[in-house]
């Protein structure tokens, strides 16, 4: 019998041993793993030198968001392993419980490994990594070596199927695209349902909530903070933003990353309690949404299952 019974209360926990080591200025920003204990907490390691916003101007509109989840086809980010000549080159692909060291490189279009990016917001490459049933989620920041290899400490302490995604910006491509691939965690496991549909989650004592529709032709997403009942309206920036939310589709982890409207620092955006959004998701479906926040220091992440309806049509068309 699985402990995970009250699926709609995943506080995507970390592990206590993460809380307890110094913040550094690394770049190894190894945020804990948010696994699916129900009462643990994410404690997140937490590398604050970098909360300082160093613009670049391809992240600084309002829409960046549609960057990410509209490519030039059409379809969504994060289901190809190769994309506009760019290959996410996975050297762990199958990996046991626990700690692992994992590796990987993106090839370019000559078959080499790319070492030139552009930064999107405040790093050269964001990894994210989720189970297969949305029931945790890390986003993390690789490091990445001479010959283009990047390298992090991964603890997934759970067997069972996964998906990493790399959000980039190859300099010689001029855009971001988001490349998926699968990682195995060997042993047996029991696949976990899609956590319940929930407005409300909670967080180490943060409650945050979300308001607003799941559309495929877009639509505001607000997500307010609160602690002990109160509203927050201190958030700090985290990767120059005062939130990141990432998408996942039930069924196929289709990807759709956005920024908020608004920048920290830019005289009229408040720092909380409320988190807006721009969002449109390819289609209808479940999905979990994963917000991450910074406050006291501290990165948490909160999540989210909603669904999305038809889209109503347009026009009627008459006969």
């Known amino acids: 019998m699985s402990t995970n019974a009250h699926a709609g209360h995943h506080t995507h926990a970390g592990h206590a041993d993460t809380a307890t080591q110094p913040a550094h200025a690394g770049h190894q920003d190894n945020h804990a793993g948010h696994g699916t204990d129900t009462d643990g907490h994410a404690a997140h390691q937490h590398h604050g030198r970098h909360a300082a916003p160093e613009h670049t101007p391809v992240d600084e509109h309002a829409g960046h968001g549609d960057a990410h989840a509209g490519h030039a086809a059409g379809a969504p980010g994060g289901l190809l392993v190769t994309q506009d000549g760019y290959t996410l080159d996975l050297e762990t692909t199958i990996a046991e419980p626990g700690g692992i060291d994992f590796r990987f490189r993106i090839l370019g279009p000559d078959g080499t490994a790319v070492t030139e990016f ?3 917001h405040d790093r050269e490459l964001h990894l994210i990594v989720a189970r ?8 993390v920041h690789p ?4 010959d283009g290899t990047w390298v992090i400490r991964l603890d997934l302490p759970e067997a069972g199927a996964y998906r990493v995604f790399t959000d980039i910006a190859p300099r010689a491509l001029g855009r971001t695209i988001t490349l998926g691939a699968d990682l195995a965690i060997a042993g047996h496991y029991a ?5 319940v549909v929930d407005r409300t989650t909670e967080v180490d004592g943060y409650e945050v909530t979300v308001d607003g529709e799941l559309r495929t032709e877009g639509d505001l997403l607000t997500l307010t903070v609160r602690k002990d009942g109160v509203p927050v309206t201190d958030l700090q920036p985290y990767l120059a933003a005062f939130g990141h939310l990432v998408i996942l589709r039930a069924g196929d982890l289709a990807y759709v990353h956005v920024h908020p409207t608004g920048e920290p620092g830019d005289g009229i955006t408040p720092a909380g309690p409320e988190i807006t959004f721009h969002t449109a998701v390819p289609g209808p479906g479940t999905y979990r949404l994963f917000l991450d926040f910074q406050h006291g ?5 909160a999540a989210f299952t909603l669904t999305a309806g038809v889209a109503a049509p347009q026009h009627a068309h008459h006969h």
């Open 118 to 120: 552009d930064p999107i």
């Open 132 to 139: 297969r049933e949305l029931t945790g989620f890390w986003h």
């Open 143 to 146: 490091v990445r070596e001479a």
């Open 191 to 195: 696949p976990q349902p899609v956590p």
């Open 297 to 301: 220091d501290v990165v948490r992440t």
